[in-house]
């Protein structure tokens, strides 16, 4: 289905956090939205250059304060880009509108109200908002993205770990129960604010484990991996900061329960993802950094066999800015409104 190419206009909600100034970024080179409120509850009235000077010449109204009514009337597509326990209550007041909302937060990740309580301790969405958002991991949940009004964008962490063990679980190439991920990720992953563990003095020169079995990633990650795989799955699951701005990294480890070397799990890698253009497979020996994609929406996976252990070893290196928040944001509302879902995100990753 070819999509409408007329423009839609677009509000970024949480105008100020990194995620937001991410969209901005992308959506200053997309040609069907157009940027026509940014919302900020601490600082509307302000000039956005103000707080992000580097956007002088692309972005000069300034900031809103929230009005729904106003949203409702004037524009087509919201990107939530807020703090967990915003988006649950804004999400419900767009529900008989005809307004797409991509919320970029952890608020819809989760089916079961109980399990957000748990992990985010907060109260949740209404049931039907969570059971009508689609579950935003672009290149697994297409169709479902196509027809969807309201979607949950995957986390940062999951996006890029759930792409590298998918594959394998759907295949049955894995013992489900010894799935291993070692997460490491820049200080931008923790956003804006100053605290303690991002302070320079504390990161530079320095790598933190964190949030070690309570990390609100992790009923993600083991909700659609159990979805794919029929069975229940509890990942070990580690996230490390280290000392960059971005990046995020998942090396995984899995026991194997079939026989099979590391080019036959390259080709089935590489078949399952022949149609998704963001997702670039490694070839034997060559694994995936940071570096090679800085600034993209790409996800670069690396394979290997060990055979003297009997375990699959992935890596599967992101942007958590952009494939991880802002980039599949966009790759959504690209699939939601019928556009090539590559389009304003191909680019080239910075480098070095």
């Excluded at 423009?7 to 990194?18: D, Q, R």
């Excluded at 109204?61 to 009005?67: A, H, I, V």
């Excluded at 070692?182 to 990161?203: I, L």
């Excluded at 080709?267 to 800085?294: A, C, M, N």
Aim: with cysteine; glycine share 8%; net charge negative.
């Amino acid at each position: 289905m070819k999509g409408s190419h007329s423009v839609k206009n677009v509000a970024i909600i949480g105008g100020t956090g990194y995620g937001a100034v991410e969209l901005i970024r992308l959506l200053q080179s997309h040609r069907y939205m157009k940027i026509k409120q940014i919302i900020s509850h601490s600082q509307y009235g302000d000039q956005i250059t103000s707080v992000y000077p580097h956007l002088t010449e692309f972005y000069d109204d300034p900031m809103e304060e929230l009005n729904i009514n106003r949203l409702k009337d004037e524009i087509d597509v919201v990107f939530l880009a807020t703090p967990a326990g915003v988006a649950k209550d804004l999400v419900p007041q767009f529900q008989e509108s005809n307004v797409q909302c991509i919320d970029l937060s952890g608020d819809l990740r989760l089916h079961a109200r109980e399990a957000y309580l748990t992990w985010y301790g907060k109260e949740a969405a209404p049931q039907e908002i969570l059971d009508e958002a689609v579950y935003g991991l672009s290149e697994i949940y297409k169709e479902e993205i196509i027809k969807a009004k309201i979607i949950s964008n995957p986390g940062c962490f999951p996006t890029s770990a759930l792409l590298g063990l998918l594959p394998a679980v759907e295949h049955g190439i894995l013992n489900n129960q010894s799935i291993v991920i070692d997460g490491k990720t820049g200080v931008s992953g923790a956003g804006r604010k100053q605290s303690q563990m991002t302070h320079y003095s504390e990161t530079n020169e320095n790598v933190t484990p964190y949030k070690i079995g309570k990390h609100q990633h992790i009923p993600e990650i083991d909700l659609y991996l159990s979805q794919v795989a029929n069975e229940d799955i509890a990942t070990t699951f580690t996230t490390h900061l280290i000392p960059m701005t971005r990046g995020l990294l998942c090396t995984m480890y899995g026991k194997l329960d079939k026989q099979v070397s590391t080019p036959e799990v390259i080709d089935l890698y590489q078949s399952y993802y022949e149609t998704h253009p963001f997702v670039r497979i490694r070839e034997e020996g060559v694994f995936p950094s940071t570096k090679e994609v800085y600034g993209s929406n790409f996800c670069d996976i690396g394979l290997h066999v060990d055979e003297r252990t009997n375990q699959l070893i992935i890596g599967s290196a992101i942007d958590n800015l952009v494939k991880g928040a802002a980039g599949q944001a966009i790759q959504n509302a690209n699939l939601m409104n019928g556009w090539d879902e590559k389009h304003g995100l191909y680019h080239i990753p910075i480098f070095p």
